[in-house]
Every structure is written in structure tokens, then in C-alpha cells.
């Protein structure tokens, strides 16, 4: 039954709609292409993923100047020194550069140490691309932006992408062809995960559970996603139902971490029988 949580998992969380985004980045840089003398290339991302999340933003670029913020479909959570891979696929042309940032500080730049997930130059006919990164232990919580970004400008062929437009001699300068792609990402804490931070707001039952465990939220904290931890730390579950379908877990002891909206968690210790 792991499985079907995971694919209810992912028809809620992951599969989104391509309208009602935003063309603004404020307050972050702008990320645009300008062809310039150049031909304006279709060259676009059509997928970012990591873990179970996903958003299709199709096999042609968003309109010129090729930059979007899917402001509008629904962030995956990620745990504070938790390490994850997210996956780019783009078009199978001469890719000069893909890259991914987050703005872990939360200070609308995505300069600082480790908000660089990765980077790298793609090959023709290739079109995926994995960076592995781990969120930094003390990276902000709550809702923080997350900027994919590709490129192909034969006069920059081999440049590391920057988050934003850069400077040719003194020149604010754009790629000459690609796409970019800011999304929300939530990165929640999740402390205490040795005590059970049991709430009046928040029960889970009943525990000892057996085949399922429903989750009463009466706080006014939004549920973004519940996650069930082994003792050893590792995921073994993930959901957003208030019953979760747990059968599939051995028994033993387990944590379940409820991550809200807001960024804020509660983890409360479980036993499977
Ligand atoms: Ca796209
Ligand atoms: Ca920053």
C-alpha cells in the first residue's frame, strides 16, 4: 500500500497546471533571454522534479522573454540537512549550461554559500540533468524561492550560468536563448525527533497503529505533507490524506513528522504492532 500513497502523493502534490504563473521575479533578478542577432532557439525546461514532485512545464519555452515563476502550483517540502536530488530535463539541443539555486538565507539573491544546488554544461541530444544538494542545517524555514535555468548562447558557450542577467564589460547582459523556471519550496526543521511533541491540536491515532493512522488537526496550521521516518532517520512513507495507509510498514517504532505550510513541523512518535 506504500505504493498507492506514493501515487496519491504525487497526484496531489505533483501534478500541476501550467497557468496562473507569474512573468514577474520580483524581488528577485530577472532571468531573461534576449536572441538578439541570434535566432530565438526554442530551447526550454520541460520538467523539474525532486522526489515525488514534479512540474511539466511542457517541450516548448515560456513566452519571451522565457522566464516564469510557477508561483501557483504546490511546493515540495524539504527537511534541514536532508540531502535530495532534483532532475532538469530540457530540450535535446546544444544546452550550453543548467543550472538550480535556492535562496536558503531567504535573502532574494541566490549568491550565498550552498544556494547553488549545481551546475553543468549539457551535451546535444542529452536532455536530463541531476544535481545532488543537501539543504544547509541552518537554512531559513517557511516558503523560499528555488530558480532553474538553462542556456544555449554560442557566443558564451562555456560560461557557468548565473541566476541572473551579468555584465559584459559593463553592459547588463542576457542569454541569448533558454528558459527559466522559479518555483516556492517549503524547507521545514524537524527537531525533536527523539521526544514525542505530542499536541492537544494535532493527535495522531491510534497508537499503537496497526493497518492505518488518521491524523486530527484542530490547530489553524495548514497540513502540507506528513512524512513517517524509520528510528535510523530515513523516509519511509509520505502523504497528505488524514488516514494514512501504513500496512506496509514493519513493526516498530517510527516517527511521523507533520510539516505545515508555514515551514513549521511536529514529530510525534509511533508505534506499528
Ligand atoms: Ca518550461
Ligand atoms: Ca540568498
Redesign the pocket.
Known sequence: MKKINTLLFSAIIGISS?SGQSTNPSPYCAARYTPGFQMDLSQ?????SIGTWINN??????AAPHY?YYSNVNPTTLIRGNSYTINIT?DAGSVHGVAAWIDFNNDHDFDDANEELGQGGGTYGTTLRSFNFTVPADANTGTLRMRVRTYQDDFHPSSPVVPCRWMDNTTPTDYANG?A?DYNVIVSAVTGIEKNEGSDELVLFPNPMTNSLGIKNSGNKEISTIKIYSVLGGEVQSAITNNIDVSALNTGVYFVSVVFKDGASMTQKVIKE
Open positions: 501550467v526550454y525546461i520541460s520538467s523539474v512545464s511542457g517541450t516548448s519555452p515560456c516564469i530540457h528558459e523556471e
